[in-house]
């Protein structure tokens, strides 16, 4: 599980990377978002699926 | 007789029988909202010319002897996301305050419309419905007609508030994790959040392309029906409100659903499942997780949607939605690829559930309506934020697209809100058991009392 350290330092990379710059007033709260949700994402990474589970959609008539 | 205070069904009878015309109808609804939208806040534009020039045409078309639809007369109101022809379709933003007005009605309204209803205008919401109090920066909070000073939930705040203060019989609102239900349980009216994809989404703004869905509020669940086959535009719905499933068919949702839920939520549940006969308990296998794939997905798919405004033009965003939809876009694609393989196997296996059950019983909200600018509440004696827990019941249902009519409990000193869900496209017995539990007075809608206004 990431550190309040990697988190950090993926979301200052990622803000980089994509061209998204934060403002330096937004920073705080942004940051504070995005711990929350890099927790929810921890439930989904750690949560073992079944390997023929997919994400395609599924068209039914 | 308290014109505003009659459900759309009464209202339409009373228009087509020439006991009241479309007109005395609207102009009670205005006077209705002159006298207290100023401390509700439900409206951010008024439509009132084409009110009166519609009702005008419905008490036209009575006097020809024709009929108008079965929402003769019966003023609605739309969250500021539907397009309203000559309307900027703002979503709650001021970035969208300067958007070209709409050409033409969103193909929902217009339905609405050809069936006799009367628009009375726009209504609050979170900004980009990213939300579940309607405390907007730009717009102002709307507030709870049963107690001013708490929320009204979000974020169709507006549409929910404006039913439950009788400013309109009928509203639509989007729900995408859970932003009709949460207004409605708060508010004490009925909501219908369809089936994904089932009503047309064509001239509304989107928030989660993936998770979004229209759906009305009423204070009755025929209303609720009528409006859902009106924009469906089949009767499917009507024809089979008195086909409940068999008590043996519907259980109460445990473990996730109970576990941070106040008493009076709870109880609720337990009032609703008794009056549906209902005693068996089942359990969705990791609602936690698919609560959690939904919060990540509506964060990176609006973060994706606002990606150049957040650029160019953070300053102009609600505080209160910029730092989530910031985060949300810079999250790694891998939480998304996990959060989607996570929707596909969640759905089967409630699938599953719902070969053995045909309507699951759930709160629509952790607790009764916080009060506006409420930081934290009480879940499972843990203090959490308020804004990202309200919808810890309704995100899962959502996530897999279920249907749900959101009942209210209104026993107590403020509404409760309990979900009934359905297997996908099954509304019919959704709407069935809240029409039977309207019948039984197990749940109502009844005009909030504002001080004897």
């Not at chain 1, 998204?20 to 890099?38: C, K, N, T």
């Not at chain 1, 921890?42 to 994400?55: I, N």
């Not at chain 2, 009929?67 to 703002?90: E, M």
């Not at chain 2, 969705?284 to 959690?292: D, F, I, M, S």
Request: proline content about 7%; charged content about 20%; some cysteine.
């Amino acid at each position: 599980m990431n550190g309040h350290e990697e988190i950090e330092a993926y979301f200052e990379a990622a803000s980089r990377f994509l061209d998204l710059p934060i403002r330096p007033e937004h920073r705080a709260d942004a940051l504070a978002a995005f711990a929350v949700l890099a927790a929810h994402g921890q439930l989904l990474k750690e949560f073992s699926l079944p390997e023929e589970v997919e994400a395609a959609p599924r068209y039914q008539p | 007789v308290t014109l505003y205070a009659q459900s759309a069904a009464t209202l339409a009878s009373a228009v087509k029988s020439k006991q009241v015309s479309a007109g005395e109808v609207l102009e009670a609804h205005i006077a209705r909202i002159n006298a207290l939208d100023a401390r509700l806040n439900c409206f951010t534009d008024r439509t009132f010319a084409r009110a009166r020039a519609e009702a005008a045409r419905v008490d036209q078309q009575i006097a020809r002897g024709e009929d108008p639809g079965p929402f003769a007369g019966v003023p609605i109101a739309v969250k500021n996301l539907v397009d309203v022809q000559g309307l900027s379709t703002r979503a709650g933003s001021k970035i969208r305050r300067g958007a070209a007005p709409a050409e033409q009605d969103a193909p929902v309204l217009q339905k609405l419309s050809a069936a006799g209803a009367v628009l009375l205008g726009a209504l609050n919401m979170d900004e980009f419905a990213f939300g579940f109090v309607t405390e907007n920066a730009h717009d102002g909070d709307t507030h709870n007609p049963h107690d001013l000073a708490r929320s009204a939930g979000g974020s169709s705040g507006g549409s929910a508030a404006a039913v439950a203060a009788g400013l309109a019989a009928l509203t639509l609102g989007s729900d995408t994790n859970g932003s009709i239900r949460i207004p409605a349980s708060f508010c004490g009216v009925f909501g219908l959040k369809p089936t994904y994809g089932r009503i047309d989404r064509t001239g509304t703004f989107p928030f989660v392309d993936s998770l979004d869905h229209i759906g009305p509020f009423a204070r009755s669940a025929t209303d609720l029906a009528t409006a859902f086959d009106v924009m469906l535009g089949t009767p499917v719905t009507l024809p089979g409100l008195k086909l409940v499933p068999e008590a043996a068919r519907i259980a109460v949702l445990d473990g996730w659903f109970q576990d941070g839920a106040s008493a009076e939520m709870r109880d609720a549940v337990v009032a609703v499942a008794a009056g549906l006969g209902a005693t068996a308990r089942v359990e969705l296998p990791e609602a936690k997780r698919a609560r959690a794939a939904a919060f990540c997905i509506s964060a990176f798919e609006g973060g994706q949607l606002h990606k150049e405004n957040l650029r160019t033009r953070p300053q102009d965003f609600d505080p209160a939605t910029l730092p989530r939809l910031l985060a949300g876009a810079l999250q790694p694609a891998e939480t998304i690829y996990q959060a989607q393989r996570f929707r596909a196997w969640f759905r089967t296996q409630v699938a599953q559930v719902l070969q053995h059950y045909d309507l699951l019983l759930a709160p629509a909200s952790p607790c009764v309506a916080p009060l506006l600018g409420q930081k934290t509440m009480l879940v499972n004696g843990q203090e959490m934020p308020v804004r990202p827990n309200l919808g810890l019941y309704t995100q899962p249902i959502s996530f897999i697209g279920l249907p749900v009519v959101c009942v209210p409990v209104t026993s107590g000193a403020l509404p409760c809100g309990v979900q009934i869900i359905a297997a996908p496209g099954r509304e019919d017995l959704a709407l069935a058991a809240a029409t039977q539990l309207e019948k039984a007075g197990v749940v109502g809608a009844p005009i909030a009392s504002l001080g004897g206004f």
